[in-house]
């Protein structure tokens, strides 16, 4: 079945870049209605929506976000990618990827990958 | 603060049958699908609900969503143990271009 995994480093320093792939497994990225995204979690806190992508390159930011997210997309790896600029300390959280459906009005998130982990520290 | 509005904490015996209320607005949940995602400890998010009231494959029928106007609801019933979790809503917001999500609502099975 379709299995998503996160990787990239889990300690990025103060006003650096935050960078992370994700890799699809058992199924192509390049599927029709399937969005690719981000999604967060501040430890003890709630989920945040970051973006997403389509195989063709077309994206959604979340407007609070939007001015240091990149979320880029590699059909031949099957992988897509995630880069957040100027990080602090608020940035520290469990950062998932997930295969997102959108279409007309229905927009849902599955699966999910098991998350990673970034702190942001000195 | 989150887009979507969601009660902190919800509590129920063993068996009995509880509600988790989702609360938005006509840019997400009233003119979008609503979908439920449960959490249980230390593991990332699943699908519970999806397009408002649709179970994914596996899921059990204990669970079922439903939604009038701008809110939506989760009911859970025949409650076991083994559904204490952290539970969320999600819809897309279709004003912001983005999808939203609710704070969570933390079930405890006494």
């Known amino acids: 079945q379709l299995q998503l995994q996160e990787s990239g480093p889990g300690l990025v320093k103060p006003s650096e870049t935050l960078s992370l792939t994700c890799t699809v497994s058992?199924?192509?990225?390049?599927?029709?209605?399937?969005?690719w995204g981000w999604i967060r979690q501040p430890p003890g806190k709630g989920l945040e929506w970051i973006g997403s992508?389509?195989?063709?390159?077309?994206?959604y930011y979340n407007p609070s976000l939007k001015s240091r997210v990149t979320i880029s997309v590699d059909t031949s790896k099957n992988q897509f990618s995630l880069k957040l600029s100027s990080v602090t300390a608020a940035d520290t959280a469990v950062y998932y990827c997930?295969?997102?459906?959108?279409?007309?009005?229905?927009?849902?998130?599955?699966?999910w990958g098991q998350g990673t982990l970034v702190t942001v520290s000195s | 603060q989150s887009v979507l509005t969601q009660p902190p904490s919800v509590s129920a015996a063993p068996g009995q049958k509880v509600t988790i209320s989702c609360s938005g607005s006509?840019?997400?949940?009233?003119?979008?699908?609503v979908s439920w995602y449960q959490q249980l400890p230390g593991t990332a998010p699943k699908l519970l609900i999806y397009?408002?009231?649709k179970r994914p494959s596996g899921i059990p029928d204990r669970f079922s969503g439903s939604k009038s106007g701008t809110s939506a609801t989760l009911g859970i019933t025949g409650l076991q143990t083994g559904d204490e979790a952290d539970y969320y809503c999600?819809?897309?917001?279709?004003?912001?271009?983005?999808?939203?999500f609710g704070g969570g609502t933390k079930l405890t099975v006494l």
């Open positions: 058992g199924g192509s990225i390049s599927s029709n209605n399937y969005y």
């Open positions: 999600g819809t897309w917001d279709s004003s912001l271009s983005a999808g939203v």
């Open positions: 006509n840019s997400n949940i009233g003119n979008n699908y």
């Open positions: 992508i389509y195989y063709s390159g077309s994206t």
């Open positions: 397009e408002t009231n």
């Open positions: 997930a295969r997102q459906y959108y279409y007309d009005t229905s927009a849902y998130a599955d699966p």
